[in-house]
């Protein structure tokens, strides 16, 4: 076992914990910010109900392949697959995927953290009642001009940045079990009185049939290789990240139990994120396909017409702001378990080291909505923002996802995987393996060739 590992082993000092933490990094800004406006963006109810399979056929036996792969290698994640590979002769080759989850880790802070500057800059916004009883194409117009100043966002963005270098300094332990506890059943109960509004405004009713009636004519090939990505990504699949922190797992914590728990939580909490802000998008007559802008154009709405809705609605990004906080320390487990293990730099250092980076990165985000909005990817037209966002949700995280499956359901002995999992009856073995080892890995394969032939065919 690693130095690093026997040093932390009371991380996680039983289940509870180890699953608040995990719901900590799954529930972020994918379910209150992203899943709404990419539901809106592909339509709705299909799109919803593609999400949902992908979250219970593929996400959930990669969330406890993750959860194993970290009790069983004990180490960060590139170290976790290395003994692995040792321990059972295997090829250390598929440490490569540890590799992987580090650079796509540190990819998507950069624009994680951007986007999560923007709820920080609306915590003072709305606690300062600068939208009591404004109405929808004010809301919107204040987004947008904040977005067209770069300092200011490039401001909000260091604010977020340094906030999580300094956590992620001191090392993941109580702060953030406590933070998770209070913070999660708040942002539920905000999320049911956002509800409330569109029950009495009027949106509700369109809202829950434009997000559970599919309509198959509006979901393309593209829409279901994002559904499939954002499984992963509001999970937080595919990089590692469950794994480092299932490395601090006490032996007797169930990977079944906490696996269902986590995808549950973090299932529900969307859902409800959509619901709350396709109730507002319709009762205010906005359109459901606004973008990234989504949430800060209608949230705020809602909260200023509202009773101590200055407050309550400073109240709500405040909490999105600690989701976001909880899920960018684990982006960042991987890299930063990996050099500690290395020994030569402080935690604090490493912190600091990879934090810088990632600014610098995420500098190329600030600028996309602003300074650098023409400046396009060419063939996909996408700025340094959308780049990134697909690259890492529609690549990384699924490719990375589709090799762990594949480590679990092929590479490692299938006893010691059985033994982890408390799988006892062949039957059920036989399933695990079914899933695990096959409909995961082909459907995330199926997916990507679908996707890359469309991609050939239009631009032919
Ligand atoms: N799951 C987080 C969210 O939904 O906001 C984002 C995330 C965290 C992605 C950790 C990837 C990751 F490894």
Not at 226 to 243: P, Q
Not at 252 to 265: K, Q, W
Request: charged share 10%; net charge negative; aromatic share 14%.
């Amino acid at each position: 076992m690693s130095e690093q590992v026997a040093e932390r082993s009371d991380m996680w000092s039983n289940s509870f914990i180890f699953v608040l933490a995990a719901a900590g990094s799954a529930v972020g800004l994918g379910n209150i910010w992203k899943f709404p406006y990419i539901a809106g963006e592909n339509g709705g109810g299909a799109f919803v109900l593609v999400y949902l399979i992908c979250i219970a056929v593929i996400g959930i036996p990669v969330m406890a392949s993750e959860i194993m792969l970290g009790k069983l290698g004990r180490a960060s994640p590139i170290q976790a697959l290395l003994n692995l590979a040792r321990t059972h002769k295997r090829s250390t080759g598929w440490s490569c995927v540890g590799y992987m989850g580090v650079l796509t880790g540190f990819l998507i802070l950069s624009f994680y953290a951007v986007v999560a500057g923007w709820v920080c800059y609306y915590i003072l916004r709305l606690f300062s009642g600068e939208f009591s009883g404004a109405d929808a194409s004010t809301v919107g117009e204040a987004f947008g001009d904040f977005l067209a100043d770069p300092l200011q966002v490039l401001l909000w963005f260091s604010v977020f940045m340094v906030v999580t270098i300094f956590f992620v300094a001191r090392g993941v332990t109580r702060g953030l079990e406590l933070c998770v506890r209070y913070s999660m059943p708040a942002v539920f109960v905000l999320l049911l009185i956002l509800i409330g509004y569109g029950i009495h405004a009027g949106g509700f009713v369109e809202s829950m049939a434009f997000l559970f009636t599919p309509d198959f004519s509006a979901l393309t090939p593209q829409a279901i290789l994002i559904a499939l990505g954002h499984a992963f990504f509001t999970l937080s699949l595919g990089m590692g990240a469950i794994m480092a922190y299932g490395a601090y797992v006490p032996d007797e914590v169930s990977v079944g139990t906490t696996t269902f728990t986590i995808a549950i939580l973090d299932t529900v909490l969307a859902l409800l994120a959509g619901v709350a802000i396709f109730a507002i998008v319709f009762a205010n007559g906005l359109a459901p396909d606004a973008g990234p802008g989504l949430l800060f154009e209608t949230v705020p709405v809602a909260f200023g017409n509202l009773p101590g809705g200055a407050f309550f609605g400073g109240l709500f990004f405040l909490l999105v702001a600690l989701a976001a906080l909880t899920s960018a320390i684990s982006i960042s487990e991987p890299a930063i378990a990996y050099f500690s293990e290395r020994g030569k730099l402080s935690r604090a250092q490493i912190a600091v080291v990879i934090g810088g980076a990632c600014w610098v990165l995420g500098v190329g985000s600030v600028l996309s909505f602003n300074a650098w909005a023409d400046v396009k990817l060419p063939f996909f037209d996408w700025t340094f923002f959308d780049s990134l966002d697909k690259i890492t949700q529609l690549i990384l995280l699924p490719l990375g996802g589709l090799l762990i499956a594949v480590i679990v359901g092929h590479v490692l002995p299938k006893h010691v995987v059985y033994e982890q999992l408390g799988l006892e009856q062949t039957q059920i073995q036989q399933v695990w393996t079914y899933i695990v080892g096959y409909v995961t890995p082909t459907a995330v394969f199926c997916v990507f060739i679908i996707e890359a032939i469309r991609e050939i065919l239009t631009h032919m």
